[in-house]
């Protein structure tokens, strides 16, 4: 397969999952080990008020183009699309294992309720309360 196909299968498979994992990003081991290192770095501060991409780029020590030319090339995403992700995946992890209460994993996350449902429509075309339903069901 190509490359771009390749891509294309992993992105699916991405926003399609709850799980987070790095190898739904890329196929390259030094990718790889970056995106679970800066999985883990977004797992570690994402719910403190000062948290930003300054704070990973620099914990990384890496330079700010450095940084969001290796997040775009082992993501496919830019840098706070990433995080978005993360964030929201990672709330979808909270939801489905504290009985669905959405003010706790938007806290959990580092966002506020109201932007967790906002974003979590967005990426998922759903609220989160009808996603727990859908997966609920099944």
């Given at each position: 397969?190509?490359?771009?196909?390749?891509?294309?299968l992993?992105?699916?498979?991405?926003?399609?999952?709850?799980?987070?994992?790095?190898?739904?990003?890329?196929?390259?081991?030094?990718?790889?080990?970056?995106?679970?290192?800066?999985?883990?770095?977004?797992?570690?501060?994402?719910?403190?008020?000062?948290?930003?991409?300054?704070?990973?780029?620099?914990?990384?020590?890496?330079?700010?183009?450095?940084?969001?030319?290796?997040?775009?090339?082992?993501?496919?995403?830019?840098?706070?699309?990433?995080?978005?992700?993360?964030?929201?995946?990672?709330?979808?992890?909270?939801?489905?294992?504290?009985?669905?209460?959405?003010?706790?994993?938007?806290?959990?996350?580092?966002?506020?309720?109201?932007?967790?449902?906002?974003?979590?429509?967005?990426?998922?075309?759903?609220t989160?309360?009808?996603?727990?339903?859908?997966?609920?069901?099944?």
């Amino acid at each position: 397969r190509s490359t771009l196909a390749n891509r294309a299968l992993l992105m699916s498979r991405y926003s399609n999952n709850a799980v987070l994992n790095a190898t739904q990003f890329t196929t390259e081991k030094t990718q790889q080990e970056f995106t679970e290192k800066l999985i883990s770095l977004i797992k570690l501060h994402m719910a403190e008020p000062d948290f930003c991409l300054e704070l990973l780029f620099s914990q990384l020590g890496l330079s700010r183009s450095l940084f969001f030319t290796k997040v775009k090339e082992a993501t496919q995403l830019t840098p706070a699309d990433f995080v978005k992700q993360v964030r929201l995946k990672l709330g979808i992890q909270y939801l489905m294992n504290h009985d669905g209460l959405i003010n706790e994993a938007a806290t959990y996350i580092g966002m506020s309720a109201s932007n967790f449902t906002r974003e979590f429509k967005s990426v998922y075309k759903k609220t989160p309360r009808e996603f727990l339903a859908d997966n609920k069901q099944e």
